[in-house]
């Protein structure tokens, strides 16, 4: 079955990246986009956005352009978004997500990685 | 940018009951819109895609209407395993936003 296996919780402090894995299984990694998707505690859920594991083309949401940075490995099936200058506001579960088409919905969802950003 | 607007924001309703909720585009996006469903502390879920295909797995009493700019969920007979927070998104071209969400109830 589809599974997306996310890297654990991590504690950075302002100013410093954060690099979030999402490994793929049960499918081709190749043949499906990755999005990425936050949620702060307590609130909805945020779009950053996506990348194409086979051609690496990517997409960033507006408010993330020049900080996010989604990168793929494809010998292990593995997905990666890092986060740059990370500020308190960043604090949130990040999650991964398929992409069963280009510009489609996202069928299945990795557990969430907590990050959490404080000095 | 396209927004998603969701209301109401929350809702409380009884077993059995009908529940819709609405999501509204600022602009029109055709079909290309899903909902999914958050429990308390779960990962998001997809209910339903192209505003009224349900994917594989989910309850037939959960149903999506509309196209264009103004769409539905509704959940024919709400039972205790629904409660939990709803959002639409829009997919028709990037950026793919999420609606401010709707928390649903058991009165």
């Known amino acids: 079955q589809v599974q997306l296996v996310q890297s654990g919780t991590e504690v950075k402090k302002p100013g410093a990246s954060v690099k979030v894995s999402c490994k793929a299984s049960?499918?081709?990694?190749?043949?499906?986009?990755i999005n990425w998707v936050r949620q702060a505690t307590g609130q909805g859920l945020e779009w950053m956005g996506w990348?194409?594991?086979?051609?690496?083309?990517?997409y960033y949401e507006q408010k993330f352009q020049g900080r996010v940075t989604m990168t793929r490995n494809t010998s292990i099936s593995t997905a990666y978004m890092e986060l740059s200058s990370l500020r308190s506001e960043d604090t949130a579960v990040y999650y991964c997500?398929?992409?069963?088409?280009?510009?489609?919905?996202?069928?299945?969802w990795g557990q969430g990685t907590l990050v959490t950003v404080s000095s | 940018d396209i927004q998603m607007t969701q209301s109401p924001s929350s809702l409380s309703a009884s077993v059995g009951d009908r529940v819709t909720i609405t999501c509204r585009a600022s602009?029109?996006?055709?079909?290309?819109l899903a909902w999914y469903q958050q429990k308390p502390g779960k990962v998001p879920k997809l209910l339903i895609y192209?505003?009224?295909t349900l994917q594989s797995g989910v309850p037939s009493r959960f149903s999506g209407g509309g196209s264009g700019t103004d769409f539905t969920l509704t959940i024919s007979s709400l039972q205790p395993e629904d409660v939990a927070t709803y959002y639409c998104?829009?997919?028709?071209?990037?950026?793919?936003?999420f609606g401010q969400g709707t928390k649903v109830e058991i009165k």
């Open positions: 049960g499918y081709t990694f190749t043949n499906y986009d």
């Open positions: 998104q829009k997919y028709n071209y990037d950026p793919r936003p």
């Open positions: 602009q029109g996006i055709d079909n290309y």
């Open positions: 990348m194409n594991p086979d051609s690496g083309n990517t």
């Open positions: 192209a505003a009224s």
């Open positions: 997500a398929r992409g069963p088409t280009t510009l489609s919905w996202h069928d299945s």
